[in-house]
Structure formats: C-alpha cells, structure tokens
C-alpha cells in the first residue's frame, strides 16, 4: 500500500537503546475503508480508494454517499482518496467491502513521508507568515519593526507583482514532512509512533506514504513509557 491514512493524537517523546531522546508524534491506525479498486496496465499494480474519517453518511455528498452504499458500507467517511498498491504473493489486494489498517503496513524502521494540512493562524503579518526580519528599531522607525517595506518597484511597471509576500491568511497550507521514521508499533493500542513533528492540529487525518527505505532503531521500551513493557517487567519481578 503506497499511501495510508491516520489520525494525529499528540506528541511525546521516547529513549533509544543508545539514551538519546526522540521527539515523538503519536498517530491512532483507525481503519480505512476499501471503497474501490482498479487494475491499472503495469502488472500486479492496483488503484484503491480509500475512505477516512468518521462523518455521518446523511452528511455526505450524494455521488460520494452512492459510492459508500455500492461497496457495502453503512457508514459515512470524511474523504475518499486513491492510494496505488503493488500485489505480491504474501500480500494480496484487498477486497471492496473490507477495511485496512496501517497497523498491516507499517513496521518498525520504515522510512516515511507524512502530509497533513497545517494549523490555521488566521490573518497575520508578514514577519509572522513568512519569516521576515523586519525593520530598524532605531532612526524614527519605532513604530514600523513589523510592517513589510517597500511592495512596489517604481514607475515601471507602476503597479505590485502579483504573488508579492504581504500580511493575510496564514495556515490550513497542504505541508508535506519527508524523511520521518516508524519508531513503534503498538497493535494493542492501535498506535503508530513517528519521529518527529508532523503538520496538523490533533485529531486531523494524515496521510503517511512509504520512501521506500529502512533504518535502524530501536526503543527502550521501559524509559519510554510503553505500558506493555512495563507490564512485561512487573510481571518479571513478581515471578523473581
């Protein structure tokens, strides 16, 4: 599966083997609903729909809600989004009707790419949306650190270039992270944990896409406050 769908729950932050800390986003693996399939010309090689999202079906769109109903569901989702996916001889399409998790996808070590839309920030200024410096504090400019500066370039061509950066809506932007790594799986949970921050507010969907590597890593599952070893470790000790 090339592309999955997840929920941001928060952060946190684990320990590797080695004692350094990694900050940590948590994502819940709820499920995605296989709406459609399409065999496409390169051998072995799939296009799924997928559903996401917890969304009343009398609040979707008819076309959408027509679809739902054609594949066998009698829940609603939030989206409908295609994802390609290469059929192997261990894993095999999924069946319309049927719903997949990251849970089956994604292991420990896979390097990822994780898009999310960013939080909305409302109507800024230009030093907040996109980093400018700002003016002199000094020379009868006290009043004028924020403000962006010249937007025009003269007489010719007497007018402001369209796309000039200038103070409006900031956020809710389609953000794209790369290079983010599976550091932990909880099946129990229902949990993925992914290094790093990723874009979006908690509770908003993502969609997670394999880079195609693997690295190396490895929790201490005790110092990073896994409950299952945890339990592991209390049920050693009562055994002693």
């Known amino acids: 599966m090339q592309d999955i769908f997840v929920t941001k729950i928060g952060m946190t932050q684990a320990w590797n083997t080695a004692g350094k800390r990694i900050a940590v986003t948590r994502c819940r693996a709820d499920k995605n609903l296989v709406i459609g399939s399409k065999e496409l010309k390169t051998p072995n090689s799939f296009e799924i729909t997928l559903g996401y999202g917890k969304k009343k079906l009398q609040n979707m769109k008819k076309p959408l809600r ?3 109903a054609k594949s066998g569901f009698s829940l609603g989702a939030e989206f409908l989004r295609g994802s390609s996916f290469e059929e192997t001889e261990e894993i095999k399409v999924p069946k319309v009707g ?5 849970l089956d996808y994604l292991a420990v070590g ?4 994780v898009q999310g839309v960013s939080k909305g920030r409302g109507f800024t200024g230009a030093v907040k949306r996109y980093g400018f410096k700002g003016g002199p504090k000094t020379h009868g400019q006290s009043d004028r650190t924020r403000a962006v500066g ?3 370039a003269g007489t010719t061509p007497g007018r402001v270039y369209k796309g000039k950066r ?3 809506h900031s956020g809710v932007d389609t953000v794209t992270v790369s290079g983010l790594v599976i550091v932990h799986v909880d099946q129990k949970e229902n949990e993925i944990w992914l290094s790093g921050p990723v874009p979006g ?3 908003s ?3 997670i896409r394999k880079d195609g590597g693997q690295k190396q890593i490895k929790l201490n599952l005790v110092a990073s406050g896994i409950a299952a070893a945890e ?9 002693k």
């Open 110 to 113: 896979d390097l990822v790419k």
């Open 231 to 239: 339990r592991e470790l209390e049920s050693t000790e009562a055994e």
């Open 150 to 152: 010249s937007i025009g």
């Open 98 to 102: 049927t719903s997949v998790s990251a």
């Open 201 to 203: 507010a908690i509770n």
């Open 205 to 207: 969907s993502l969609r």
């Open 66 to 68: 027509a679809q739902l």
């Open 166 to 168: 200038m103070p409006g």
